[in-house]
């Protein structure tokens, strides 16, 4: 098993930033990715960011060039750095770990951006 566990949401003004963080721990054994999504109040969970084990880095169009993935491979943490933030980006945010065979997530941290 592998617990995650999330910190860093908040409130910020449009413009703003934040710095998402996920600790992995438990069982890691066969590390793939890890990562966020994020769901909106009465929207499905869409894909923000992941970082692969070799390091390699996805993130959507809708927030390129304004989020940035990192991982500390020592602390098994991953790192979101949200920055220009606006009112869309108002979401819960998941972290999860991808492991060969299963995905874990972790319990979500609100962010809400106010114009």
């Known amino acids: 098993q592998v617990q995650l566990?999330?910190?860093?949401?908040?409130?910020v003004k449009a413009g703003g930033s934040?710095?998402?963080?996920?600790?992995?721990?438990?069982s890691i054994f066969s590390f793939n990715a890890m990562?966020?999504?994020?769901?909106?109040?009465?929207?499905?969970?869409?894909?923000v960011a992941d970082i692969t084990s070799g390091g390699s880095t996805n993130v959507a169009d809708s927030v390129k060039?304004?989020?940035?993935?990192s991982r500390d491979n020592a602390k098994n943490t991953a790192?979101?750095?949200?920055?220009s933030l606006k009112p869309v980006?108002?979401?819960?945010?998941?972290c999860y770990y991808q492991?060969?065979?299963?995905?874990?997530?972790?319990?979500?941290?609100?962010?809400?951006?106010?114009?």
């Open 5 to 11: 566990v999330e910190s860093g949401g908040g409130s």
């Open 18 to 26: 934040l710095r998402l963080s996920c600790a992995a721990s438990g």
């Open 35 to 47: 990562g966020w999504y994020r769901q909106a109040s009465g929207n499905q969970r869409d894909f």
């Open 65 to 69: 060039g304004r989020f940035t993935i």
């Open 79 to 83: 790192y979101l750095q949200m920055n």
């Open 89 to 94: 980006d108002t979401s819960v945010y998941y």
């Open 99 to 115: 492991e060969t065979g299963n995905n874990y997530w972790g319990q979500g941290t609100q962010v809400t951006v106010s114009s």
